[in-house]
């Protein structure tokens, strides 16, 4: 049998198992990972609205320099929140959901690699969840999501201990999460599929997988020792019981700065699937990109005092960490080549997904390069602590988790729900996010310049003017949401049916039915290509050549850069 | 072809189980046994966190232990780390049985490990009503208390585990010499928490 022959037997094999889920199923303890990854993506869309009115209401606060909308202990309670809530219960958990849904179908497995403990670390999110943002009606915190010790130790011991104990919650469900991508990775993939072979979405999860698993616990032990300072007054932190916040900080930033990785690389991952589909060209240094990762995971994990240079750490050590903070840069801007050589001289569809691509490589571009600012000591003690460091972080934040996430659900929402999305509902959410985003966070690096600090409810008159526009980016962020509510429920309910492969992708995931059958595929699939081997033209027997060229002069082959490296050429 | 690293014998469709078989558990390859070795590492990190938290206390501190720390006694703990380091060979005892097929020789092992385990939990409540400084007393104090108690905590856990196992032994059949799962992964998460002990004895018992 030829490899096409097989390919179309693949393929064409009719599916005896039930595609369709009752919705109970998605309320319930289901071990199914489409469901588990659907269940993961509706909830931290949910805490995603509740931080963003969160979010509204703090700028609407910010919109005059007195304290009118919402008095200052409540501006510390919501950005507390918000901060938390969009960190641990959105980006987090929405790139788990994604990695549910996609990891398995993308390496050809039936399931998880344990469906049971999987579903288990889903169903602790909620519960925490509500917790934590139910505390802004007893008492919530006030300490930021940093939570430094000794401000955290005598700024409401309710509301601290809450948070102390939803991320302890919600940091294990992150580590169960972990050992089911990582070991479903490793080991669960058709047996055709090397390590090479593999989307590069599975590269960038195995990569934030291994930084969840080494930075998490070591949250877990800091958040243990300040519940003991919080709750049974021993004194780690606590400099007048001869403790030492600053042990804090290193523990706390030994998990959370990798966390930024663990928050990008799966929407790096995800525009890696995203740009090569709908520039319909092999995607462009397939294992620059895989590695870089992988490098970004090892770098990620000895940059972390970079967020305390202000805290009288020795200058050799400001050094080391200022120098590792600017490699990092490398492997991410390799990526960024990668990409937009992957688009170059492609057959772009600008559709919804991939605006949204395109998107946030622009946005991410611009909060990489003010990260290498930050990264260098002397400009670093200039902004500490100002609004310059909320528009470099909502940068990556936003314009790079945020707009990756909408990018992927815009790319999978036809594989999940078997039906498609509305593009001109979807074109206008995009427009209304990309002007709102940069309309709330670019005046911010004028402010943070110029002096404002971040986390406080009053300001100087003189800061108002700039103030007033990044209220009213927010509002068109809140507005922005609107049409993306309606296009996900109306679509998801009677949207155009998709059809199992709508973007004529090349990955496993669109060789099954939509949405896939419960146990995802009736015959394993058979890896004959790579994943990003668009213009190979016998992919698909039935489909018009011209679908399936590029406008590249000839279709590349293999995962090496020289015979990718023609792109644009 | 090019792009092609494909061994023909993996393309043989035959490799996969048809629909219905794979339904059952059974037909699913076994990962169990990778998931704990991650599951452990991961949690080794935690511990790494609290250590290496001692130890920075230990070097940015003007003195240490901070004024008022009393010597610690080292005859009990001394002991209690013999039993517990004495418990991973018997527990592997165990392991070895089972994997003869000898139900009996497993049980006899295991509950010799559980009973070693209690032992040294006992042990360190005994150490603990002894000690002439509290958990507040000063930072080595609390630390002492906080490691400790949280590598207790895991003692305990690997009790369970062990006790899980021997309650699952005498369900006939549960565990042979193809099947025992279950066996290895508590004298894995046992071997973990001997490991840390010994760690933990050196830093806060010997280094003190």
């Known amino acids: 049998m030829t490899q096409a022959e097989m390919q179309a037997s693949a393929t064409q094999s009719s599916y005896s198992v039930p595609s369709t889920r009752k919705w109970r199923d998605y309320f319930s303890f289901n071990s199914d990972h489409k469901v588990i990854g659907i269940q993961y993506l509706v909830t ?18 910010l919109a005059t320099p007195e304290s009118d909308f919402v008095n200052p202990e409540m501006y510390n309670n919501l950005l507390t929140l918000h901060g938390t809530i969009m960190i641990f219960l959105w980006i987090i958990p929405a790139g788990s959901g994604l990695a549910n849904y996609l990891i398995p179908l993308m390496i050809g497995a039936r399931d998880m690699a344990f469906p049971k403990l999987n579903a288990l670390a889903f169903w602790m999110i909620p519960p925490a969840g509500l917790v934590l943002a139910g505390s802004l009606l007893i008492d919530a915190p006030q300490a930021g999501w940093t939570s430094y010790p000794p401000l955290s ?117 995800a525009l890696s699937e995203i740009l090569p589909v709908h520039a319909r060209k092999p995607i462009f240094g397939y294992r620059a990109i895989a590695y870089s990762s992988v490098a970004i995971s090892f770098i990620g994990l000895i940059v972390w005092a970079h967020h305390m240079f202000t805290s009288g750490t020795p200058a050799w050590l400001r050094m080391f960490f200022m120098i590792f903070t600017m490699i990092i840069a490398v492997p991410t801007g390799i990526k960024i080549f990668g990409w937009l050589a992957t688009v170059w001289g492609g057959k772009i569809a600008l559709n919804s997904a991939m605006l949204f691509g395109l998107g ?47 990018g992927a659900l815009y790319h999978w929402f036809p594989k999940m729900t078997g039906r498609m999305m509305n593009e001109r509902l979807g074109i206008l959410h995009f427009v209304l996010t990309y002007m709102g985003m940069n309309l709330t966070f670019m005046p911010m690096h004028e402010l943070g310049l110029i002096g404002m600090n971040r986390r406080i409810a009053v300001y100087n008159p003189e800061f108002q003017p700039l103030n007033i526009l990044c209220t009213i980016g927010a509002f068109t962020l809140a507005i922005s949401t609107i049409p993306f509510l309606i296009n996900a429920g109306w679509s998801w309910i009677a949207g155009k049916p998709a059809g199992d492969n709508p973007w004529r992708g090349l990955t496993f995931e669109w ?31 039935g489909e018009e050549i011209e679908d399936e060229e590029t406008n590249m002069e000839a279709p590349p082959g293999g995962f090496m850069p020289p015979s990718e490296s023609r792109a644009g050429s | 072809m090019q792009g092609s690293t494909i061994d023909p014998a993996k393309t043989d469709l035959n490799y996969h189980h048809d629909g219905e078989a794979a339904a059952h558990h059974e037909e699913h390859p076994d990962h169990r046994l990778f998931g704990i070795l991650v599951f452990l590492a991961a949690e080794s990190m935690i511990f790494a966190g609290l250590f290496v938290a001692y130890l ?29 380091i004495s418990s991973s060979f018997v527990i592997h005892r165990g392991d070895t049985a089972v994997k003869q097929n000898n139900v009996a020789g497993l049980r006899l092992w295991f509950g010799l490990s559980a009973l070693m385990g209690i032992i040294f939990l006992a042990g360190q409540v005994y150490e603990y009503s002894n000690l002439e400084f509290g958990l507040k007393s000063n930072l080595f104090a609390s630390t002492f208390y906080v490691l400790t108690g949280f590598h ?15 309650l699952r032994s005498f369900k006939k059949g549960h565990y042979s010499s193809q099947h025992h799962f279950g066996v290895e992964a508590a004298e894995l998460y046992w071997h973990f928490v001997d490991v840390i002990w010994i760690i933990l004895f050196f830093l806060l018992y010997l280094l003190h």
């Open chain 1, 44 to 61: 931290s869309f949910f805490f995603y609205l509740i931080g963003g009115v969160f979010a509204t209401a703090m700028r609407t606060e």
């Open chain 1, 153 to 269: 130790l005598v700024s409401g011991k309710v509301g601290e201990g809450i948070w102390i104990f939803s991320l302890l919650v919600l940091g294990t469900s992150s580590i169960l999460g972990a050992i089911n991508f990582l070991v479903t990775i490793l080991k669960m993939r058709v047996p055709s599929m090397g390590l090479n072979d593999m989307p590069l979405f599975c590269w960038s999860m195995l990569s934030a997988s291994g930084l969840i698993l080494i930075g998490t616990p070591v949250l877990a032990g800091a958040l243990i020792l300040l519940a003991f300072d919080l709750l049974a007054g021993t004194a780690f932190f606590n400099p007048t019981g001869g403790g030492d916040p600053i042990v804090y900080q290193h523990m706390f930033w030994f998990y959370s700065h990798p966390a930024v990785y663990i928050m990008i690389l799966p929407l790096f991952g």
């Open chain 1, 360 to 406: 946030m490589i622009s946005v991410f571009v611009i909060g990489g390069i003010s990260g290498v600012m930050v990264a260098a000591v002397p400009f670093d003690i200039h902004v500490h602590d100002t609004y310059f460091i909320v528009a470099h972080l909502h940068y990556v934040l936003f314009g790079g988790s945020v707009f990756g996430i909408y």
């Open chain 1, 511 to 541: 060789q099954t039915s939509s949405p896939p059958p419960i146990e995802n595929f009736d015959l394993l699939p058979v890896l004959n290509y790579g994943p990003y081997d668009y213009g190979s033209g016998i992919r698909f027997p």
């Open chain 2, 56 to 84: 920075t206390f230990r070097v940015v501190q003007p003195v240490w232990p901070p004024e008022g720390s009393p010597e610690l006694e080292l005859l009990l703990p001394g002991i209690n780390t013999l039993i517990l």
């Open chain 2, 152 to 166: 207790g905590l895991h003692v305990l856990c690997g009790v369970g585990l062990i006790g899980a196992v021997l």
